[in-house]
């Protein structure tokens, strides 16, 4: 069974700019988990869709948005990059709601300059 | 104060050593614990998983709870240095959002 997929793997943009970053879960799993990752700050939760639907929200600006579609693939959108917004952000996906089955994808490293 | 505290370490062992990792926390609510791995440059892998108090073991990695003391523990044996990477606890309340602690990055000598 394919693992959780994240593209794009590295990603260098500007202050001001915006970007997408995709995930695709494992294939039957209807959760998804967003986090950023940073030396500083851990591992630390952005979001959670389960059909469709935003069940957890993180403590981060409402520049840090996301959404799932029907077939549960996710994406998630930082508006107004900042430079303190460079870090790995990591997709995980779940069977159901409960977080003991967790699998993280490879992680999208952002930079921004 | 963190909800979850995670000594970063790192630590440094040799081959064969017995290692002990360690987090603590402070919210009641916790029912599942989780640690997860994690290699340079890759994703978190799912270790091991515990709901509410006790023991747990798979090959020579022993995961324990005490939810009394809000402290869990995940125990390495006969480590390897394919051990060597970030390890980290994870927990949720239910239906809740997962919290991390730092991570504890080891280093096993061979």
């Known amino acids: 069974k394919a693992g959780v997929t994240q593209t794009p793997r590295y990603l260098i943009k500007t202050r001001g700019q915006q970007v997408t970053l995709s995930c695709s879960p494992i294939?039957?799993?209807?959760?998804v988990s967003w986090y950023q990752q940073t030396p500083g700050q851990g591992l630390q939760f952005l979001f959670e869709?389960?059909?469709?639907?935003?069940?957890n929200k993180g403590n981060f600006p409402g520049r840090f948005s996301g959404r799932q579609f029907s077939n549960s693939r996710s994406e998630m959108n930082v508006s107004t990059l900042e430079l303190g917004d460079s870090a790995l952000y990591l997709c995980a996906s779940s069977l159901g709601a409960t977080k003991e089955t967790q699998y993280f994808g490879p992680g999208t490293r952002l930079l921004v300059l | 104060q963190k909800e979850v505290e995670q000594d970063p370490g790192p630590l440094s062992v040799p081959e064969g050593a017995i290692v002990s990792l360690n987090c603590t926390y402070s919210?009641?609510?916790?029912?599942?614990f989780m640690w997860y791995r994690q290699y340079s440059r890759k994703g978190p892998e799912l270790l091991m998983y515990t709901y509410s108090s006790g023991n747990k073991e798979d090959g020579r990695f022993t995961a324990q709870v005490d939810k009394s003391s809000k402290y869990i523990s995940l125990f390495i044996r006969d480590s390897q240095p394919s051990d060597s990477a970030t390890y980290l606890c994870?927990?949720?309340?239910?239906?809740?959002?997962?919290?991390f602690g730092q991570g504890t990055e080891l280093s096993v000598k061979p």
């Open positions: 294939s039957g799993h209807r959760s």
């Open positions: 869709y389960f059909s469709e639907t935003q069940r």
């Open positions: 919210n009641s609510a916790f029912q599942y």
């Open positions: 994870a927990m949720s309340a239910e239906g809740g959002k997962l919290i």
